[in-house]
Structure formats: structure tokens, C-alpha cells
């Protein structure tokens, strides 16, 4: 409670979760979990402890929606500079000066972000950041309601059937697979073969993924988190970390490939290519 009552929360700061501006899943239908959201308020505001630094920071991520927050937080804050009676002038003539792309920051100017986009499609040959897709309905959470329902423990099964050191990562279902959290940093896949089954977001997190387009003035955040977990996941053992053997797979549901697959075939670092045999 302490916590909430330091943010310091305004009017401003309420948004009110609306699936409409991100459709995911089903929501055609009041029983969707994605729907039954619809309405529920949150506050949610930038925290602003970088205006408070008094040295250069410098921020190395791989994911596109951390770039696309620190991209709003800078225009942002020039914007604020721009308008600043003290400051403004002082910018304009920065402006004129100094190519955007390379911000360096005058003593009389606030510290403001510059962002560098180091793409890995562009250093690494095609054939070493391909990906193999199969699309596998049975990628979906259990359901109580229907037993005789085929769903993720049956890919799990079948891979380590077929291979027993199968190294699997599921976004999803903990008990079936390593989650992409306790992947990331590790190094241990290097070399190996890796199974990634990808399924939907939980509501839980579908909701924070709305406030954040709420927040940032979205209407992709959804889309951005899969596609950089997609990234992070393949690159746990190609892109840089490739040595020969190094393989991945990735399992999704054909519905959830309908929704993200544009997205992946433009925007990711690494080449899908859909197979339609059972690679296991």
C-alpha cells in the first residue's frame, strides 16, 4: 500500500482495459478469458528515476518493446525540453546542429535517450537463423471440461519419447517444458537442439500487455511480447550463440500462427520457415 500511495497516482493515470484495441485469441464471445476483462480499470504511469541521473546510462536489450517504451520516454522528454522556457531555445539550436540519429547531450541540455537498432539478420548468414515451425493444435492449455482432449502434455510426451535429453521451453505450462524466464542468460543450449512450444498468454498477462498499449499509445504490445520472446528463445542457441548442431524448433497452434505469423516472418531476427511434418 505504501507503495501505491509514493506513485502518487492521477485521474491521468487510469486506463480501462479494452481487448478491442488488441484482439488476441477468441473474443467474440462473453466466456472468452480475454473478454470477460473488458472494463476492469488500472493506474499505471512511466517512473522517471532516469531524469534523476546524473551520468550517461547505457541500456542493451534485444527486445523491441523495452526499445519502442524507451523511444516514447525520449520523444517524451524532448517534447517537455521543446516547451521548456529555459531549455526550448537551447534544444532548437542543438537540433540544428547535431544529426538526431547521434544524440550527444550539451552541458545546458537535460540528458535525453538515443537509441541504436543493431539488427541480427544483418551480420549473420541467412542459412545459420533458420527456424523450423510445425504448427500442432494440441499447443493449448488443459481443459477440465474436456478429458479426452488432446493438449500440450501430449507433444511433451511424444518429444521425449522420441529423444529423452529433448531440451523443451514452453511459454506456458512450467511442468512440461522450461519457462522462458529460467532460459534466459543461460548458455547451457549452445550447440544443442531446442524445442520451444508457443502458446497464447495467459489473461493475467494479455491485461498488463493492454495497460501497456493503454500507457505507450499501442495497439501491438501483445504482439511485440511474442515476438520478442520468439527472438530470445531462438537466440538462447543460434544467432551469435551458434556453433554446429545448434537447432531450433517451434511448436505453435495454427490459430495462434494466424494472429502472429505476419509479424514473425517481417519483423524477427531469425528465418521461420513452416514444415508440415512432425519433426519428433
Not at 207 to 222: H, I, K, T, W
Not at 249 to 276: C, F, H, K
Request: charged content about 30%; some cysteine; glycine content about 4%.
Amino acid at each position: 500500500m505504501l507503495t501505491i500511495a509514493e506513485a502518487r497516482y492521477t485521474e491521468q493515470d487510469l486506463t480501462t482495459i479494452n481487448p478491442d484495441e488488441e484482439p488476441f485469441g477468441v473474443n467474440n464471445s462473453p466466456n472468452s478469458p480475454y473478454f470477460r476483462i473488458k472494463g476492469q480499470q488500472y493506474c499505471a504511469r512511466i517512473r522517471d528515476w532516469w531524469t534523476r541521473n546524473s551520468y550517461r546510462l547505457t541500456v542493451t536489450t534485444t527486445e523491441r518493446k523495452i526499445r519502442m517504451a524507451l523511444e516514447f520516454i525520449r520523444r517524451q522528454q524532448l517534447e517537455r525540453i521543446d516547451a521548456h522556457p529555459k531549455y526550448g531555445l537551447a534544444l532548437r539550436e542543438w537540433r540544428s546542429q547535431i544529426d538526431t540519429v547521434g544524440i550527444t547531450a550539451r552541458p545546458e541540455v537535460p540528458p535525453t535517450w538515443r537509441i541504436t537498432d543493431l539488427p541480427v539478420a544483418s551480420y549473420l548468414p541467412r542459412s545459420q537463423i533458420r527456424v523450423q515451425l510445425y504448427l500442432d493444435d494440441r499447443a493449448r492449455a488443459c481443459r477440465k471440461d474436456k478429458p479426452d482432449r488432446q493438449w500440450v502434455r501430449h507433444i511433451h510426451n511424444e518429444i521425449m519419447a522420441s529423444d529423452p535429453d529433448a531440451i523443451i521451453i514452453s511459454n506456458k505450462a512450467d511442468e512440461y517444458g522450461i519457462t522462458p524466464n529460467k532460459a534466459k542468460g543461460l548458455n547451457d543450449y549452445i550447440g544443442r537442439k531446442i524445442y520451444y512450444v508457443m502458446m497464447f498468454p495467459s489473461p493475467d498477462q494479455y491485461r498488463g500487455l493492454l495497460v501497456e498499449n493503454a500507457v505507450f499509445g499501442r495497439d501491438d504490445s501483445v504482439k511485440l511480447h511474442l515476438l520478442d520472446e520468439f527472438d530470445q528463445i531462438v537466440g538462447r542457441t543460434l544467432g551469435f550463440r551458434y556453433r554446429p548442431g545448434s537447432e531450433v524448433i517451434v511448436i505453435m497452434p495454427t490459430r495462434l500462427w494466424r494472429q502472429i505469423g505476419l509479424t514473425l516472418l517481417t519483423e524477427s531476427n531469425y528465418d521461420a520457415q513452416v514444415i508440415t511434418e512432425r519433426p519428433w
